[in-house]
């Protein structure tokens, strides 16, 4: 094998910390994901759905929909972690927002009056 391909084959070097850094978030988020499930339990279903999209550059967001329609989202530095934290929580994990779930959502008066306020004919963003 040539320098080149033996180089290429080799993944770049992580700082000796990252992958600590890297557990202490799975576990943070799998446990936050957890709660939200069963605090949006619809029945004996306290299974939710998760989506991991990608934000940035060190940013990746896990949006979470509970069997009961609420939904939310937390931030992880990036898909290899997101994707962690769900299964960690034991949620089920989509690579897009399949049509149940995205039917299941529920939006509330919040989310219309900030939706409008950015897009139509709302108060300019200061």
């Known amino acids: ?68 329609g609420q939904w939310g989202d937390q931030v992880a530095r990036d898909p290899e972690t997101a994707r962690k934290a769900v299964e960690a929580a034991g949620l089920r994990l989509h690579d897009e927002f399949p049509n149940d779930v995205a039917l299941r959502v529920k939006t509330g008066q919040y989310e219309w009056t900030r939706m409008a306020g950015i897009q139509i004919g709302g108060p300019a963003n200061a």
């Open 1 to 68: 094998m040539s320098e080149t391909e033996t180089a290429a084959a080799t993944p770049p070097a992580q700082p000796a910390d990252a992958a600590p850094k890297t557990d202490r978030q799975v576990r943070r988020l799998a446990r936050n994901l957890t709660r939200f499930a069963g605090r949006h339990a619809a029945g004996d279903d306290a299974t939710a759905d998760a989506v991991v999209e990608y934000i940035g550059r060190d940013s990746t967001r896990i949006v979470v929909v509970g069997a009961d």
